[in-house]
């Protein structure tokens, strides 16, 4: 019930309804999700904030302003464009963070 799924460029989910749902009646939703939001989901979805890792999401994902901002509260750590992670602190804060940079 309600469960989300993502795969290519389709988004489903199904009716978060129980009584519905209980009934054998799913109505999913189908949304076509275009390529920024499937880039910003997978920053926000997709990412290990433990460890500094590639960034793997196009530029059009990160909102480089809330990065730099992230980077100076030491909430984030980068080397300049390639890698990123967040703090102990920022993965303390983590889905505030990741609000923050993505775009």
């Known amino acids: ?5 993502t795969a290519r460029s389709r988004a489903r ?3 978060p309804k129980l009584g519905r749902y209980l ?3 799913y109505d999913r939703e189908i949304e076509l999700l275009d390529e920024d939001t499937q880039a910003r989901e997978r920053v926000m ?3 290990d904030w433990t ?6 999401a196009p530029r059009s994902a990160l ?3 809330g990065l730099a901002r992230a980077e100076q509260l030491g909430l984030a750590v980068g ?3 390639e890698t990123l992670a967040l703090t102990r ?3 303390f804060l983590g889905g505030a963070v990741t609000a923050e940079i993505v775009a």
Do not use: I, K
């Not at 019930?1 to 799924?5: K, L, Q, R």
């Not at 460890?51 to 793997?56: C, D, I, M």
């Open 1 to 5: 019930m309600g469960a989300v799924s």
């Open 13 to 15: 989910r199904n009716t």
């Open 23 to 25: 009934q054998g009646h």
């Open 45 to 47: 979805l997709g990412r």
């Open 51 to 56: 460890s500094r890792s590639p960034r793997r």
């Open 63 to 65: 909102d480089a302003e």
């Open 79 to 81: 080397d300049g464009g």
């Open 89 to 91: 602190r920022g993965r």
